[in-house]
C-alpha cells in the first residue's frame, strides 16, 4: 500500500524563524512529488520534483528530493505570519497517469 | 481566468436526501479528481476520471457516485447521504496523464444531519 507521511503534523514558530517540513514516501513507480499550501480555501500549488538532488525555490521558500532515501523536505525561511497554513505533499507514480497520493498534511502556525 | 467551480460551497443535508455536487473546468484538462478532507485524514481521493467517460474509484469511493459526459464537467452524487459524509470536497483537474500540477476548486463544505 502506498504510503505519504508528513512530519511535524503540526508546528508553531515566532515570525523570522525558519522551519523544514519532512515529506517521506513508499510508493512502487515512484515519479513525481508535489507540495502544496493550503490556507482556509483550496491547496495552491508550490513545486513538483521529479530529479534528487535538484533544489526548487521560489522566494523563501525551497524544496529538495532524495529518491534514495524517499523522502523530501520542504525549507521555509524567515517566516511571515502569512506562512502560516497546512502544507500538503504529495506523491505520483508512473503507472498511476495524473493520480496523487496526499499526505496529511503540516499545520503551521507564524505568530508575529 | 482558468479555474475550477464547484457548487454548491455550503450544503446542510438530512440523511438519505440525494444530493449533487457540481464540477467544471474551463482548462480543456482530461484529468479530473474528487477528494474528500477531513482532520488527521489529509486529502483522500473518492474518484478520478482520466477523460470523457473514463472513470474510475479512488482510495474511499463508498457511498459516491461520478459521470463524465463532457470534458469540462465531473460532478459528485451522493445517492443517500449519511453523516460519515460530512466533509470538505474538492473537485481538482490536470492537464496530462503524468503526475502533474492539479488545480483546486475552492471546496464545497458538506453537513449530513
Known amino acids: 500500500e502506498d504510503k505519504v507521511v508528513q512530519s511535524p503534523l503540526s508546528l508553531v514558530v515566532h515570525e523570522g524563524d525558519t522551519v523544514t517540513l519532512n515529506c517521506s514516501y513508499e510508493v512502487t513507480n515512484f515519479r513525481s512529488l508535489l507540495w502544496y499550501k493550503q490556507e482556509k480555501k483550496a491547496p495552491t500549488f508550490l513545486f513538483m520534483l521529479?530529479?534528487?538532488?535538484i533544489e526548487k525555490k521560489s522566494g523563501r521558500l525551497s524544496s529538495i528530493l532524495d529518491k534514495k532515501e524517499l523522502f523530501s523536505i520542504l525549507n521555509i525561511t524567515a517566516t511571515q505570519t502569512g506562512d502560516s497554513a497546512i502544507y500538503l505533499c504529495?506523491?505520483?507514480?508512473?503507472?498511476?497517469?495524473?493520480?496523487?497520493?496526499f499526505g496529511e498534511g503540516t499545520q503551521l502556525t507564524v505568530n508575529p | 481566468e482558468a479555474q475550477v467551480t464547484q457548487n454548491p460551497r455550503y450544503l446542510i443535508t438530512v440523511t438519505g436526501k440525494k444530493l449533487t455536487v457540481t464540477c467544471s473546468q474551463n482548462m480543456n484538462h482530461e484529468y479530473m479528481s474528487w477528494y474528500r478532507q477531513d482532520p488527521g485524514l489529509g486529502l483522500r481521493q473518492i474518484y478520478y476520471?482520466?477523460?470523457?467517460?473514463?472513470?474510475d474509484k479512488g482510495d474511499v469511493p463508498e457511498g459516491y457516485k461520478v459521470s463524465r459526459k463532457e470534458k469540462r464537467n465531473f460532478p459528485l452524487i451522493l445517492e443517500s447521504p449519511s453523516p460519515n459524509q460530512t466533509s470538505l470536497y474538492f473537485c481538482?483537474?490536470?492537464?496530462?496523464?503524468?503526475?502533474?500540477?492539479?488545480?483546486f476548486g475552492p471546496g464545497t463544505r458538506l453537513t449530513v444531519t
Open positions: 521529479t530529479s534528487s538532488g
Open positions: 476520471s482520466m477523460n470523457v467517460e473514463v472513470t
Open positions: 504529495a506523491v505520483g507514480k508512473e503507472t498511476s497517469g495524473s493520480r496523487l497520493t
Open positions: 481538482a483537474s490536470s492537464v496530462n496523464r503524468v503526475p502533474y500540477e492539479q488545480y
